[in-house]
């Protein structure tokens, strides 16, 4: 089976099927799998702007390469667009790594066109094959002469340990690996596109930016303007976009590589997913992670040592994560100093029994002190109720989320003192930016130059549209939708928050039916003041 992208175009050869709507699927049959094909009859050429380009290569309809299936046994290929499905005549050549002294005493330089990486690999016997990505990595043929890329960065969102290592690695992947010297910074985000000068980035300029917190770039929310950015990408005579950012921005880089595709251009379009929260679905972590969740080891750090020295001490740490626990659930259980983790993906409760003031009463009486870790997003629905405020979005469209760490915090020493009559020393650390400011740490230093490489590799291999990541710890070309369309959340019904919910032996807020019914008849009898039960 040849799943080369030259080898599939040659096979079948897209245009030779014409379609007169201007969408039509249509299946090709292979005599070792099933093709699905859609030709997408589209508008290049009357997009077509007075441009010395390279990519005016002609005004041919733009194909898309949806996915393909390997018809007996479930084999299924999520694959990534390459040029050649609307750029059937563009040329190839060697790739420079054929030449490269570091390359030329690897076993393998190249990956094997056919390569894929398995989405899932526990498996049984009969299992079908399932879903499998394109692996990442060079090619033995490359779609862009060195001497005629002109290359961009662009950072946005918000920051995350190690977007400058990705920065660094993409100018030194493209410079060392395959000559590449023009290479230009978009700076701000997306906006910076249509509303900022560039910057020249060199090898030597991004040196030692790795060492630095934050994006050498700035970055920015909202902005994301698809017309104004493809009309300057053009301009520019960019044709290999390199776009850092979470969900939001590879969201934009989909549109981005959309209308590339129907402008006809040759522009290589490649996304390198960055979330500090880990929230990116189908790869194994996002870069920056390991560092987070290292650095958070030090708020629990203090916070435990703080409240290991007074009398009924109750520390409160709160680590970012908007919609997924995973900072606070690795911190947790790598720290052991944790004794309750409340994470967006978890309700739970304070009041009754199984709540979190009883448990909290519990571990006082046990050890004299504890330490809770909040994930930004848990509880949000609580403090909404109690707090007051208009719905608020950031620029991108996010919910601005209401502060639970004081709210928490509040209601803990309100229960105590006033009610309890107990007093509580409490300490409330707050290193969310701290934590996101830092540098990345050393492992994570190496998956950004991984990430990095995969995408100067795909690019200049011609794939476009596409995003990079580790699947079961191979490196895969995915696609963008792939990524975007629902974020990674904690599973609470897998085993990790269960090791989590073993190593605390905090209430899993689950109340059985009868705990939910008893519940609700003291919170009843409370407000009604009833004595009977
Ligand atoms: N659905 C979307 N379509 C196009 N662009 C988007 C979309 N969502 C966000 N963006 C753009 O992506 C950039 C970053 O988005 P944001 O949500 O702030 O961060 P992140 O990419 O980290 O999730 C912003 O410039 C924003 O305008
Ligand atoms: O204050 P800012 O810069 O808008 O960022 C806050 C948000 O950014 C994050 O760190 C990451 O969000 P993104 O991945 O969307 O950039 C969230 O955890 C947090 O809620
Ligand atoms: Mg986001």
Redesign the pocket.
Known sequence: MDLSASSLSKTHPPFSLSSTSSFSDQLTFHPNYVQLLRFRRSHCGLFLRNLPSISRQNNLPPARLSNQTFDNDGFVLEDVPHLTNFLPDLPSYPSPLQKSQAYSIVKNTFVNPEDVVAQTIVVQKDSRRGVHFRRAGPREKVYFKPEEVRACIVT???L?PGINTVIREIVCGLNNMYGVKDILGIEE???GFYSKNTLRLTPKLVSDIHKLGGTFLR??????D?HKIVDNIEDRGINQVYII???????????IYEEVEKRCLQVAVAGVP??IDNDIAVIDKSFGFDTAVEEAQRAINAAHVEVNSVENGIGIVKLMGRYSGFIAMHATLASRDVDCCLIPESPFYLEGRGGLFEFIDQRLKENGHLVIVVAEGAGQEYVAAEVHTLEEK?????KLLLDVGPWLSNKIKDHFTKIRKIAVNMKYIDPTYMIRAIPSNASDNVYCTLLAHSAVHGAMAGYSGFTVGPVNSRHAYLPIARV?ERPNTVELTGRMWARLLESTNQPSFVASDQQRVDKMIIEDTNTKNITSI
Not at 245 to 255: F, R, S, V, W
Not at 394 to 398: F, I, R
């Open positions: 946005c969102g918000g995350c985000g997306y906006k970055t920015s929310r909202g902005g994301h698809t950012g979470g969900d939001g921005t590879q969201k934009g880089a989909a549109l960055k979330t950031d620029a991108s469209g996010n975007t």
